[in-house]
Each structure stands twice: as C-alpha cells, then as structure tokens.
C-alpha cells in the first residue's frame, strides 16, 4: 500500500461501536481524524450530510464511505482492500455496542465532573 488515504471517523466519545473502530483503526497502524459527534453538533451534521444517515459509527478512507459500520465490518473491508495490520490487538471488543453496565458507569462519571456556570450580568 502506497501513501495512507485522508480517513475521517465520525464518532462518539465513548461508545462500544466508537471504541472497536479506535481499535482497528490502531491495529492497522492508521491515522485518523476523529471527530466527535456528540458534543460538536457540527461533525454530526456533516456525517448526516456525508452518508444520508443518522447512525454512527462512519468512516471515511479516501473516497469511500462507510456507514453505520462496526469493527469487524471496518477490519475486513481494510483486509480486502490491501491494508496490513501492524498494530496491537485490540484490547476492546470490535463487534458491539456498549454494556448496560458500561452505560451505568459513563453516566456515573458524568455526573461527578464539575458543571461550569457563568453569568453575564443584565444590562
């Protein structure tokens, strides 16, 4: 394989989905553009507008678009199209979405982090 394509990722910050892509996308040895698309609205509307649909994960190699993709599906699509792993394992599974348990604990650590409030005073 030649020069690596431009590669964007649409995902979220913490997901089961979104971490089997980071996963791969480390297996591979590959760089990426990964763009949040919970906290910055704007990477969710380009995804939307790039792909015709609402779900994520999305990556983006070269010219080709892959929509609502898992881990398993990026890795084979990766091997079948000339790119060698070269990276660690994952360490995290490819093939699912986040547990039950998993949710608990994000939503826990969420609401322990400090919520910043500032006031503009009124004229």
Known sequence: ??????????????CGWSRGIRAVLQKYGL????????NVPENYQEMVQ??????????EIGEQMLADV???ELESWLGQNGFQ?????PSVPTDRSCTDEEHE????????????ISFRPQR
């Open 85 to 89: 792993a070269g990276g660690p394992e």
């Open 31 to 38: 760089q990426f553009e990964d763009k949040d698309i919970i």
């Open 50 to 59: 790039k792909t015709g649909q609402p779900y994520q994960p999305c990556v």
């Open 1 to 14: 394989m030649a020069e690596q394509p431009k590669i964007t990722a649409y995902l979220k910050p913490t």
């Open 105 to 116: 604990e994000m939503a826990k650590a969420e609401e322990s982090q400090p919520v910043e």
């Open 70 to 72: 898992s881990g398993e």
